[in-house]
Structures are given as structure tokens and as C-alpha cells.
């Protein structure tokens, strides 16, 4: 239950900040544009609840990552040393040796999702221009896919 | 391949899985992947084990050739 919340959190702390950021990125665009002389003006609206949305779930991913920490603190059991972020289950050896092997599976997935990506880029670089969410959202796709295969790879080996 | 008497053990001495992992300071799951011989322990686990049920760890765990 707190690997799931912990994982989570983090995605949608990846997700708030980047559609936040896209926000910007489109006003910021459209007064590049406006400069060159693109377009002579523009009206957007800006919603607050990418803002509101990012603020929550910050709030959230700090109180759980407190409670989750006092938790390990509390556990005689757990091995502290072994804890560096909330997403690692440390609470006996066999979840620490799960975890490591999780975490290292996902690093492998990662090689090859960034490279997909990277590659990705060669074919449509107008994407960059039209579509200034493409860099973007595909940038923050590469943590959220390491922790969800992470995620699937420690709950197979958990159940195992 | 490790094969352990875990599960004989822990019956005999009438502990549940909770009580187990509760003593030798593991989770239940780590007790039950031990059972189901999923898991080879560390030797300070399986130490621990060989104290609880106060048998030397070679009598609990053994080597099987796969």
C-alpha cells in the first residue's frame, strides 16, 4: 500500500509540474511569436488548476514522504541505510533485495525508453515548433515509465 | 538450490508466520516466500532461524543439486 501511494505521488508530481510548465511554455511561445512578428497579438486564458493541481500534490508527496519516513524510523526492523527515497520498500532484507532488483530492471527499461525517445525526436522536429508539448511531455514520460516498470517489476518479485 | 524445514519448524514449535517474522525481525511475506523456498535468507536471518528453533542452520537448510 505504501509503495503504490509512494509511486503514485511521484507520477502525478511528474504530471502536475509538467502540465504546468506547459502553461507557460505556450504563453512564453506566443510572445516569442508576437515578437518576430508572427502574430500581432494574442489572448489566452490561464486556468489556475494546473497551479492548484501542482500545489496539492506537492503537499501531498511532502506529508506522505514525512509519514513514510517516521514510519521507517519506527520500524526496528527496517534497514535505514538503505533508504534513500520513499519509492524503496526497506523494511526487511528480502524487500531491500526486491527492491534493488526492481530499481535495476527499471534502469535497464529506461536505456531503452530514453533512446526510443531521443530517436523519436529526429522524426518530427517540427513537432517542436507546432506542438511545443511533444519535448516536453515526452521528457517527463521517461520518470514516470521508470516507475512504473519499477512498480510492476517489485510486485511481481513481491507476490513471487 | 536451497531447501529449508521452515515451515515443519515453525509448526512444531507452534509459532504462526506473524510470530515467526515478529521474532527473527522480518515481514510475514518474507516468511512465507521462505516456507515456499522462493527466498534464500542471509545467513544472519538464517542464523537467527537456527536460534529460534535452536538446531544448528545446517539441520534447517540444505543444499539440493537442481
Known sequence: MKMNIAVFLRIMLFISLSVMVYDYLKLEQSFIQMERGFIDGFSMYISPWPGNFFLITTLLFLLANIVIMINVWRNKNADKRSFLTFEYDVSDERAVGNTRKAVSHAFSILLIYSLLMIGSYMYIPNYFVDHIWYPLFTTASIPIVGLISYFIVYKVLQYK | ?66
Open chain 2, 1 to 66: 538450490m536451497i531447501k529449508n524445514r521452515v515451515k515443519e519448524l515453525r509448526a512444531r514449535f507452534d509459532y504462526t508466520q506473524g510470530e515467526l517474522a515478529d521474532i527473527v525481525g522480518v515481514t510475514r511475506q518474507t516468511i512465507v516466500a521462505l516456507e515456499k523456498g522462493s527466498y534464500t535468507p542471509s545467513l544472519l536471518l538464517a542464523m537467527n532461524l537456527a536460534e529460534v528453533f535452536k538446531l544448528p542452520i545446517e539441520e534447517i537448510f540444505t543444499k539440493e543439486e537442481s
